[in-house]
Structure formats: structure tokens, C-alpha cells
């Protein structure tokens, strides 16, 4: 059971690190961005569950360590650019690096195996990620990408949704401590 | 330093990553005119140190050349303002040299003109100490073969006569002083008078009668009845003129310029002088271009009181027949 709310150094060292079997995280990973790539063929339903974000956000979460959740974020979203047709390589890199250092940040902290503290901490995090892609868009590629609009925030909400019932799959990976 | 990021190595790590994307991104992006993001963002980084420092090369390099180097600058610019000087003074002495050229080339074709007449060219040397004189001295004396009462021209223009000689000069008595008098007449009218000095720059043409009409640019040419003058040689031009009585005063502008003469040339004989190859026949004016031929001067020509004034002032003077004989009285109109 995760510890539900605590701070400073102490409470970081009680909290409860999950671990899994190996192989997991590297096969869930590249299973959701194929099947996000898989998705994307049927239009735009598959941006209302961005699936590697949503593993990011969840694996970083769950191991609880900064540098790991933003390596996975960095692999994620490098192998999500690598994927795309248009997107320069880092583009998604970089958003979902620093989303993986806040999720496994945050994760430390507070407590994160409730639903509606997923649910919030997704939409959050969501959020989190398109602002960073969007003032990347906006820096680098000269891209007019909006920070907020109604369309994000159902996507965001939907993708939530998403995360509450995915999550409850992923936790069924984890290795019994 | 690496306690620091020992202690925070998760950001550390974590602005790492996203340094190295965004490299990598810079690396793949191309902004405008196709360049390169990282090449933009390098050329905006190092342009400005390099900027600042060929500036402050540039500053330095300037405070150099133009004050510690200069420590022969003033040595130069006093040689340079000596070779100025002499090149000035070069330059002085080669426009003089062509101008004096220009004068003896302009004598030479005259000579060449008129070879059956002698002449001799000679140069100014000095002028009258008297400022009311108007006299000139020349290079060129009784050794030379110039007489009293020779005639003293310049190709555009009679000047004077001797009036004293020496072994190795000569004075010029010029035709605007008041002791001068040369037979004249109008180009046009044939008019004949006198021309004299009245003490001003330019002489006056004396002896004409007001009811002759003179207009101001009229050709005033030597009659030759002075005995001194040949016919025909170009006196100047009317400048205006001024009822008096019994005559009117003409104002001459000498086609000479007295008052700038270098080189003259003297006639050693009153005969007239014949035109060049290339002057039409009958007219001998000197320095004029061709003009209608002269008509003969006599009593029927010259009419009126100018003529009669004319003609008895240069009876006073006896024609020259030989050079011995040349007289030496003073000259025509002289009072």
C-alpha cells in the first residue's frame, strides 16, 4: 500500500516503491505507443488517451524515483517523435521528460492510488505536458499551439478517465512485495 | 559545484536531458532562409563576443595608427609641406615657361608672316620710374640695330616707338602716354585723327569731328601718315566717346595690353607690312581677322578736320627714306 501523504526526506524514505517484473515497463511502454500509433489510423480518437503519456505518468508515479520517471518519459516520448512523421526528434522528448520528473516527484508525496487522485493528478499532469509542448512548439518550430482550450480540456478529462481504468490494469503488473 | 549537483542530481539530470533534446531539436529544425536552429542560435551567440571583440581590436588598432604611430607625422608633414612648396614653386616656373612660350610662338608666326619686313623681338626689362611715364625699357639696343622712332608692336596690336636708345637697351614711349601721338583712322569710315595719351590707361583717339558717328567697338587701325607706324597695324577698338568741342573724345581699348608686356617686336623699317599666306590680299591689319580692303588715304578720302589735323601734324614729320635718314623728331602729336 502507498503511502498516502507525507513530506521532507523522512517521509520519503517510508513510502513504498513498487516494483515489477522485469521486462514490464519496457514492454508496456512499447505497447502503448504501438498502440497509439495503431490508434492514430482511426482518426482522431486516439487523442482523447494519450497511452505513453498516460504510462509515463503512471510508471513514474509508481517507481517513485525522478531519474527513472524522466528517463522513461525521455525514451517515450524520443520513440513517440521517432514515430510521428512531422515532429522534429524532442518534441515530445521533452514534454514528457519533465512530466516524468513530476510524476515521479509528486508520486513521492502524495498519496496516488486512489482514483480521484489519479483522475487529478492526469488531468493536472496532462495539462502540464501540452503547456510544455506548446511553448516548445512555440519557441522552436515557430508553431502557433495553443496553451488551453475547451477541446484540451475534454481531451484532458477523457484522458483521466482513461487513466483511472488503466491504471487499475497496471497495477495488476505489479510484483507482490 | 558537484556537491551541488550530487545534492540536486535529479535536476541536474533532468535539465540535462531536456538541454540535450533541445539541442537535438536545434539540430533538426530550420528557421529561415533554411539555416540550421543550432547554427542560428551559435551565430547568435558568438556574434555578439565576436563583434565586441573586432571592436575593441578595431579601437585599439585605431589608437594606434592614429596616435602612437604618429610620432613621425609631423616630421612627415614638414617634408611634405617642403616638396609642396617646390612643386608649387616647379609648377610656377612651368606656367611661366608655357606662357612665355605661348608669347614667342605667337611672335615667331608674326616674324614668319611677315618675312620681307625687318623686325627684331625683344624683351621688357623694366618700366618708367615716373608714374605719370608711360615708358617701357628693353633687352635689346643700338647693337641690335634699333634707331630712335622705330615702331614697337605685338602681334595683336602697335605699342609704341623708341624714343631713346642705348648700345644695349631701349625706351619705349607707349601710345597712351601724353607725349605720344600715332596717325589712326577707323577700319570702317576711314575717318582719319590722332591717337594720344591723356594720362588714364587707355589713350584717346583726338581730332575726330562730332558729326562722325563712332561706335563703340569700331576697329581703329594706324593711318601711316605718322611716318613711324606702317599702315594698316591694329591700334584697339572704340571703348565710346564724348561730344566736346570743336571734337569729340573717343575712348580706345587698345588691342595690346600695355600694361602686361613681355616680348615686343620692333620694326626696323616704317614699310608696310604685307599679309601672310593665309590673310587675304589688301589687308594688313595686324591681329584682326580679314577686313575689307583699305582704301587709298588722301585728301579725298580723308574729309573734315580730322583729316586736316591729321595730315598737318604728320607733315611735320619727314618721311624716312633710308635708315639714316629717320628722323628724330618728337613724335606725331606731341605738343
Known sequence: MAYTYNSGM??????????????VVTVVALLAIVLQAFLHRYGRWSEFADLPLLVTIYFGVSKRSPVSGMLLGACIGIAQ???????????????????GFIASSVGARIDTEHPASRFALVFVLYHVHQGVLAFTERVLLNRPTPFFTIHLLIVSLVSASVAVVLFSLLDRLRRAS | MPEILTRHRPLALLATLVVAQILLLAFQIKRNSNVRLIRYWASEIVTPGEKGASSTFSGIGDIWSGYIALRGAHAQNLRLQQELGQLELRNQELESQAAEAKRLSALLDFREAHQEAPMLAAQVIGGSADPSSHTLFINKGERSGIRRNDAVITPTGIVGKIVEVTPGTAQILLVNDRDSGVGALFSDTRTQGILKGDGDPEPVMAYVTNDEKVHPGEVILTSGEDRIFPKGLLIGTVAGSKPGYPFQTIYVNTAARLDRLEDVIVLLSQEDLHPGANQSAGNVVVGLPPQPATQPVGPASATGPAATASASSVSSVAKPDSRAAKPSAPSIGRP
Open chain 1, 81 to 99: 517523435d521517432a514515430l510521428s512523421h512531422d515532429n522534429p526528434i524532442g518534441l515530445y522528448g521533452i514534454a514528457k521528460t519533465i512530466v
Open chain 1, 10 to 23: 523522512q517521509a520519503e524514505s517510508n513510502i513504498e516503491v513498487h516494483k515489477y517484473y522485469g521486462g
